[in-house]
């Protein structure tokens, strides 16, 4: 039998296989998102460098001319010779980077700009080969390389300006993908893993239960067995005297024994009726076959069945129900008795007990009140309750298997009724119930 918390495992780990599984398809796709952010960065930061680069080789041949029409020494030619290809080169793998079209087009004008640049450099350096240092100076102050070299200066600062912003950007959605990456996982995360958390500490509960389940169940066997074995070890013992008396033709002591027989019979008997109906209530069998009765002379019946059970105990009947009762007859004896066998129990000293019967508006009222032990207040509620027993270990002196009251009061509650306690430790109870007249009314 599962408990409340019990139901509920099943839909708290189908929610947490399906956080786990909402966490790794956001993790999948928030990382790809990262990984696309990141590599527009690295792309960003490739074309500037690329273009610095650029930059450099340009300036750098510029340089090398300048170096080379004052010395002659052709040293300085190679990275003039190179800077064209290299260039080219560079503009050619920016062009396959970028994203932008407006970059697209600034690389389309830096690509003849520097070339005309460096054709003006080889100009430059072929001049002062052939005519001298003087007639070179002369090309480079009059010629426009400085113009040129300032423009495609200006398109390679742009190009750098422009993809700085874009870095930027792409920098500032990379963040925000590492943060939508943290949240949502994280989020997600936490729930099934609480969720997985929130499972296990409701299995663990369950078995816990489960195994106080048993441990009951076993302690119940073990007392229903042992107070059964208590009045059939009785019965043998009682019969073995019985027959030895009858032998010595002792017919008034084996009379004796007849009626003490008959006691442990009916003990043995209504030990049965309490476990046949506990299983009956278990299975949802315990039927109730109502009819109108006389509810004052059931009373009657049965404080003088229990009185002659009992020689240290005064039962006294109070009050009347002039009405009858609609109820099932044998049920409400069931009940009765257990309230009257019960006073008696737990007042082994003896003393009145007071069965009380009342119309209190459309309920008759039957209490039973002894003198007896008590109950503590914190276990007043709990007497109702199927198998308990107070763990008093004075209370443990007393047979029973507890379920007297419990089947009472199902059975009281299948007739529409109520049943409660009034009780003080050491100065006695009053137990209740209250079955409803109207519905009863002939
Ligand atoms: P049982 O008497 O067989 O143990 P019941 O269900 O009849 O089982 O009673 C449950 C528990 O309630 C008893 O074990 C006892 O501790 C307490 N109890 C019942 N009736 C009385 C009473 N009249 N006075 C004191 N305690 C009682």
Redesign the pocket.
């Known amino acids: 039998m599962k408990s409340r918390l019990g139901k509920y495992i099943r839909p708290i780990f189908l929610f947490a296989v399906l956080c786990t599984f909402a966490t790794i398809v956001l993790a999948y796709k928030n990382l790809q998102l990262l990984r696309d952010a990141e590599s527009s960065v690295v792309l960003a930061q490739h074309i500037i460098a690329r273009t610095q680069y650029i930059e450099k080789t340009l300036i750098h041949a510029e340089s090398a001319q300048r170096g080379y029409i004052l010395s002659g020494d052709e040293a300085y030619l190679p990275p003039i010779k190179k800077a064209r290809k290299a260039i080219q080169e560079e503009i050619k793998n920016i062009d396959a980077m970028t994203l932008s079209p407006a970059i697209r087009n600034d690389l389309k004008v830096l690509e003849k700009l520097t070339d005309e640049r460096i054709d003006l450099l080889e100009k430059g350096i072929s001049l002062r080969g052939s005519q001298g240092l003087i007639s070179a100076q002369q090309f480079i102050e009059e010629g426009n390389g400085k113009k040129k070299m300032d423009e495609a200066l200006a398109v390679l600062e742009g190009i750098i300006a422009k993809e700085n912003i874009l870095l930027k950007e792409r920098s500032k959605i990379s963040e925000a993908s590492y943060f939508t990456l943290f949240s949502t996982t994280s989020f997600t995360g936490m729930i099934s893993l609480s969720m997985i958390i929130l499972g296990f500490y409701v299995i663990v509960r369950e078995l816990q239960k489960r195994t106080l389940l048993e441990r009951n169940k076993d302690e119940f066997i073990n007392m229903a067995s042992h107070e059964l074995k208590t009045p059939i070890t009785s019965l043998k013992i009682f019969t073995q005297v019985m027959s030895k008396k009858l032998d010595l033709g002792q017919f008034v002591e084996a009379r004796r024994y007849i009626n003490k027989i008959d006691a442990q019979t009916y003990k043995l008997v209504s030990l049965i009726t309490d476990l046949l109906d506990l299983s009956r209530i278990q299975t949802g069998k315990l039927r109730i076959e109502k009819e109108a009765f006389n509810l004052n002379a059931l009373i009657d019946e049965t404080v003088e069945e229990t009185q002659g059970t009992t020689k240290i105990h005064e039962i006294v009947k109070k009050g009347d129900i002039a009405r009858m009762v609609y109820a099932d007859r044998y049920r409400i004896y069931q009940v009765l008795i ?1 309230l009257l066998t ?2 008696i ?2 007042s082994p000293e003896g003393g009145k007990i007071t069965i009380t019967v009342e119309q209190v508006r459309d309920d008759v009222v039957v209490s039973v009140e ?1 003198k ?4 503590e207040e914190k276990f007043l509620e709990k ?1 109702f309750e199927r198998l ?3 763990t008093d270990p004075r ?1 443990k002196t ?1 047979p ?7 089947i009472s009061s199902v059975i009281v509650r299948r007739h529409g009724g109520k049943m409660w306690v009034q ?1 003080k430790k050491d100065r006695g ?1 009053t ?1 209740y119930f209250s079955l409803p007249l109207r519905e009863n009314e002939l």
């Open positions: 257990n019960n006073a129990k737990y002894d007896g032990i008590g109950i007497v308990y027993q107070v209370e007393y029973g298997l507890g379920v007297g009251l419990y009780s109870s137990f």
